[in-house]
């Protein structure tokens, strides 16, 4: 049996923007960044950040729309999707996103400063 499941959990960099498909579907997106933190063989601490596109459809959309704001505590769970296109001037561009069948944003930053 193959897997793929992704299970997220950082802060929002963004507001969620919804917009509309050519086939009249919503598509929901944001931006999802993610720290880890590690010792070096020198035992120092080192750290990294990564960003995640997370795409919503069907009946997430709209709670991605509606809740989830800039620096919002995210959890992010379904599975990892790639997509190619040919832009205008004939360059390939490939893209892997996080496509989203749940989202909890209970961790809300009450600190944020906007």
């Not at 596109?53 to 992010?76: F, G, H, L, M, T």
């Not at 996080?98 to 909890?104: L, P």
């Amino acid at each position: 049996m193959n897997e793929n499941l992704v299970i997220l959990i950082g802060n929002a960099t963004a507001d969620a923007v919804s917009k509309e498909t050519v086939n009249n579907s919503i598509r929901t997106s944001f931006s999802l960044a993610t720290n880890r933190t590690w010792l070096n063989s020198k035992w120092e601490r080192q750290e990294s950040v990564n960003f995640f596109p997370i795409v919503c459809w069907a009946r997430v959309w709209e709670i991605a729309r509606d809740r989830i704001k800039k620096w919002n505590k995210v959890y992010v769970k379904w599975h990892l999707e790639q997509r190619q296109w040919i832009d205008d001037e004939w360059h390939k561009h490939n893209i892997t996103e996080v496509i989203a069948d749940t989202i909890i944003d209970h961790w809300r930053n009450d600190n944020r400063q906007d």
